[in-house]
């Protein structure tokens, strides 16, 4: 697969060739901040998220002059929107069930519309320019679309989650680059262990920045779990891993609490082509999750001609 690593200039319009009836994506964060087609949207004052969002969707439609679809994740809400966007500015939400449903094809379409690597080079312009809170949330964003798109196991989704947690971290917000960093190696262990031992020691990097003993004890047994099963497996080559493992041993030892191997969770011990059932061990059990979509939600139905102020109706 092949992407251009520069964002199109001409108003961040699809690539061309893209499907006729292209899916744009919006994503609220839980403070509001908006991100639609992986650009972080300016609300100035007090202006809805969903408002922004139907104005952006919408001006694609009057630029397309063809309806468009949007996929949109309200973390504000814990729910995801499915709305249909016509010329002519009105618009609706549809069911789940009455959206065409994802597939290979779909997906690689829209991808080629709004290339994933080319999102991830503008959160890398943007953490360059220590602008972190932008770069998280569209790092949020992006990992949340291609999770739902592609499953929260596919190495897109993984890479996004990735960046995720380094930026969490960066921004000195240890618990969830702790959360999503062993998220990442948890899904890898169980995947690929070949390739699990860095990202366990990314995970490993930001526990040790943890101070909460409940928090330390917990997420640090699970820890050891991963490093005593690259050992074991004959995978750990680093000596900085190597390190790494004896250090998680001795800060649980040292806190006072029996370094003992934890009750195995689903998701390390299922073998290599096996999954668990999703009710027993989901894939990213910290993800939360989102609400099924509702017809009619009225935040996100307009009638025809109707747009914000100061947008062309």
């Known amino acids: 697969m092949t992407h251009s690593l520069t964002p199109r200039d001409e108003g961040n319009l699809p690539a061309l060739g893209a499907q006729p009836l292209i899916r744009l994506d919006a994503y609220v964060a839980e403070d509001g901040s908006t991100v639609v087609n ?13 408002e922004a969002i139907l104005d952006a969707v919408a001006m694609f439609a009057r630029t397309l002059g063809a309806p468009v679809a949007a996929t949109v994740i309200d973390r504000t809400v814990q729910q ?9 500015g009105s618009s609706r939400t549809i069911a789940d069930e009455d959206d065409l449903p994802p597939g290979r094809e779909r997906t690689a379409a829209e991808e080629a519309g709004f290339p994933p690597l080319a999102r991830v080079e503008r959160i890398i ?64 262990c169980r995947t690929d262990l070949n ?10 990097a930001a526990w040790q920045r943890l101070w909460d003993e409940g928090q330390v004890a917990t997420r640090g047994q699970e820890l050891l779990h991963m490093w005593e099963r690259l050992s074991s497996a004959g995978l750990l080559h680093e000596p900085a891993h190597q390190a790494m493992a004896q250090a998680v041993r001795s800060r649980l030892a040292q806190g006072g609490r029996p370094v003992t191997r934890p009750s195995a969770p689903a998701a390390l011990t299922a073998g290599p082509g096996t999954a668990p059932s999703p009710e027993a061990a989901p894939a990213a059990p910290e993800d939360k999750p989102l609400k099924p979509t509702r017809r009619g939600l009225r935040r996100f139905t307009r009638r025809a001609g109707r747009s914000a102020p100061g947008q062309p109706a």
């Open 125 to 188: 312009q943007h953490a360059q320019r220590e602008e972190l809170h932008a770069a998280f949330v569209l790092a949020s964003a992006l990992r949340e679309h291609l999770t739902l798109r592609r499953g929260a196991e596919d190495e897109l989704s993984l890479e996004a989650r990735a960046i995720e947690a380094y930026l969490a971290y960066k921004r000195g917000d240890h618990m969830l680059s702790t959360v999503l960093a062993l998220t990442v190696a948890r899904i890898r």
């Open 195 to 204: 390739r699990a031992a860095p990202d366990v020691a990314r995970a490993t």
């Open 38 to 50: 992986g650009h972080l949207l300016e609300m100035g004052g007090m202006r809805p998220p969903n």
């Open 80 to 88: 995801v929107a499915r709305l249909r966007v016509h010329p002519d």
